[in-house]
């Protein structure tokens, strides 16, 4: 092989090596925006679990709350009721 030879498989296969060179690094920076949308994605869902854990806990309190006032009021309703037995007892 002489000099001419090896030139022209060097020009032949260049316009194919800088074809695929091209689409290498074109989806790698597609990859890496791929993965810049995962991270935002990752974090919308990491905002949103919190949230979702600050509504529970304020579900679990307004349930706490709600359970508080029951007692009282059927303890107060009891008061009620054991107040009048009393009073009808003696007769």
């Known amino acids: 092989m002489n000099d001419q030879q090896i030139l022209a498989i060097a020009l032949s296969s260049a316009p194919t090596m800088f074809t695929v060179l091209i689409g ?9 925006d791929l993965n ?33 006032l029951w007692r009282s009021e059927l303890h107060r309703v009891e008061e009620i009721l054991d107040a009048r037995l009393k009073h009808i007892e003696p007769r």
């Open 36 to 68: 810049g949308r995962f991270g935002d994605i990752n974090s919308r869902i990491t905002e949103l679990q919190n949230r979702i854990t600050g509504l529970e806990r304020r579900m679990d309190q307004r349930f706490d709350e709600m359970k508080e």
């Open 24 to 32: 290498i690094l074109l989806n790698n920076g597609r990859f890496n």
